[in-house]
């Protein structure tokens, strides 16, 4: 059988193989600088960047941090997450990129102001989006954004 034959029975393979994102994202990092130079990793690494490709990311693909700063997702939210990872981690991912941009969704008119006067980033930042039948809140605590739903306690 020749190489490529072989790949596309693996890439096949692992189609049929039902991974989870997590997975895929673990074997493509460790095969990475190895597939350079082991012929046999190398398809191995492929099949891997194939998977995380067509697999979804759930919410334990997400980052803990950004930019240095821990992210703490509620018992709430990460209870909810575990029904539909998929959804969860793409509607995060918009959300935290928003947060970062300075577009801090919903929030009112005074916690608007606040957030003016200081720079994105900076403690104190509350953004406040809406999700499903749910409202997330995101409050930057200097050294961590913390991610909650609107009702429940800090």
């Given amino acids: 059988m ?8 693996i890439l096949l393979a692992a189609a049929l193989s039902g991974c ?5 994202t673990k074997v493509e990092e460790t095969t990475r600088a190895s597939s350079l130079f082991n012929s046999v990793l190398f398809p191995v690494n492929l099949v891997a ?3 995380q490709a067509i697999s979804t990311p759930g919410m334990t693909s997400l980052s803990d941090s950004d ?3 821990r992210i703490e997702y509620s018992q709430r939210i ?3 997450a575990k029904i539909d ?23 009112s008119p005074e916690q608007l102001q606040a957030n003016a006067r200081l720079k994105p980033g900076d403690k104190g930042t509350v953004g ?3 999700f499903g039948q749910n409202t997330i ?13 609107e009702d429940e306690m800090e």
């Fill in 20 to 24: 989870s994102h997590e997975s895929w």
């Fill in 85 to 107: 990872e998929g959804e969860f981690a793409r509607a995060f991912i918009t959300i935290r990129v928003r947060f970062m941009q300075g577009d801090y969704g919903d929030v």
């Fill in 67 to 69: 930019g240095g700063k």
């Fill in 128 to 130: 406040r989006y809406h």
């Fill in 137 to 149: 809140f995101v409050k930057n605590d200097g050294d961590t954004y913390r991610v909650r739903y």
């Fill in 49 to 51: 960047k194939a998977g």
């Fill in 78 to 80: 990460t209870a909810a």
């Fill in 2 to 9: 020749n190489r490529l034959q072989r790949t596309t029975v």
